[in-house]
């Protein structure tokens, strides 16, 4: 397993597993280092991508993982790989959210993450914003 920042050679199979980004998006993205990949036997099985809330703090857009890569440790892994980054970047503060009714709320809780707020929009569940001290 390792991890480490996207390459043009990825996109292929963020295109397919991404559905929330545009191409252009991406590329700009890979360029930027703000796509983290997550590869097992040397293929990419998972990634975590970020912006920035207010244009000054690291947000965590999406981590996803394949299905049969899920519940063995590489979330924690790859959002620790994160925050070292954003520390050494010299931020002090990262976050992230979560829909109330996806399980990926108590993952974040587990990691250290606290509640700070939510946004409610017509016709979704209830997206929990978290923040993390670093």
């Known amino acids: ?3 480490d920042y996207a390459e043009f050679a990825d996109i292929e199979y963020l295109l397919k597993n991404d559905k929330y980004i545009s191409e252009e998006m991406l590329e700009k993205k890979i360029k930027d280092k703000e796509i ?4 097992v036997d040397e293929s990419i099985v998972g990634w975590l991508r970020y912006n920035y809330f207010w244009d000054n703090t690291p947000f965590m857009n999406m981590l996803y ?3 049969n890569h899920r519940q063995k440790g590489l979330g924690s892994k790859a959002v620790s790989f994160w925050e070292k980054a954003m520390k050494e970047k010299g931020y002090t503060r990262v976050m992230t ?17 606290k509640d700070a707020g939510c946004l409610l929009l017509e016709n979704e569940a209830l997206e929990i914003l978290f923040i993390k001290n670093i």
């Open 1 to 3: 397993m390792s991890i």
């Open 36 to 39: 983290i990949a997550i590869r």
């Open 65 to 67: 993982f394949d299905e």
């Open 97 to 113: 959210s979560s829909l109330s009714n996806e399980q990926a709320q108590f993952f974040y809780r587990k990691l250290g993450y």
